[in-house]
């Protein structure tokens, strides 16, 4: 089944050190998102890419930045946690912007300690 | 700049019963609308996604209606079971990204 896979899905990391997220889409969509849940709250974006350009929210710490080296990854890297970074992060992908219809994974749980 | 709204916050309900869900949005110039469910700990499932030029969609128990004139959508659930709790989030596509709401939290109880 073609489908949107996080790993891992539950991620441990100490305040301050840096910590990857990963995501791949069996989909081939052009569009991948990365959103940060915190608990009881909607789901915020932080940004996306289409195709290899890279939109970053306006609101997005600099300690949060992505890399998508090919179609199918796209990665979360968090450079110094903070335990205000503690959440679930979610990947997304959508086939074409117009579409809008959104996959999601399930989910990576970030704890820090 | 869109605003999504969904109330109640939380519903619970007894098994069997017939619910709907709110969903309300500011601006009517939306090009869908997508109902997602999400259980707690995981991430989000989608459910229907409505057009702006349809008035509804169905899947199985779920029926969603969009009018855009008055800016809302519902979700309505036939028959609940308890297997339907979950929370529920409507959301619109604006500027390239989704803009949520806060979710109705569904308690079903047998």
């Known amino acids: 089944d073609a489908m949107v896979i996080q790993n891992p899905r539950y991620q441990v990391t100490q305040f301050g050190k840096p910590v990857t997220l990963s995501c791949s889409q069996t989909?081939?969509?052009?569009?991948m998102y990365w959103y940060q849940q915190k608990s009881s709250q909607a789901p915020k974006l932080l940004f996306h890419?289409?195709?290899?350009?890279?939109?970053n929210e306006a609101d997005t710490p600099d300690n949060f930045q992505s890399r998508r080296p090919n179609t199918s990854f796209c990665f979360l890297d968090i450079r110094s946690p903070g335990l205000g970074d503690a959440a679930m992060y979610l990947c997304?992908?959508?086939?074409?912007?117009?579409?809008?219809?959104?996959?999601f994974g399930p989910g990576t749980r970030l704890t820090v300690t | 700049k869109q605003e999504v709204t969904q109330i109640p916050a939380a519903l619970s309900v007894p098994e069997g019963e017939n619910l709907v869900l709110n969903c309300s949005f500011t601006?009517?110039?939306?090009?869908?609308l997508q109902w997602f469910r999400q259980d707690p700990g995981k991430g989000l499932t989608s459910l229907l996604l409505i057009q702006s030029s349809q008035r509804e969609q169905t899947s199985g128990r779920l029926n969603a209606s969009l009018d855009k004139s008055s800016g809302r959508s519902t979700l309505y659930i036939a028959a609940s079971q308890p297997g339907d709790s979950a929370t529920y989030l409507c959301?619109?596509?604006?500027?390239?990204?989704?803009?949520f709401g806060q979710g109705t939290e569904l308690s079903v109880k047998p």
């Open positions: 890419y289409y195709d290899k350009d890279f939109n």
């Open positions: 959301a619109v596509p604006q500027g390239g990204k989704l803009i």
């Open positions: 601006d009517s110039a939306i090009y869908n």
């Open positions: 989909l081939n969509h052009n569009v």
């Open positions: 997304a992908t959508s086939r074409d912007e117009p579409t809008y219809e959104q996959y």
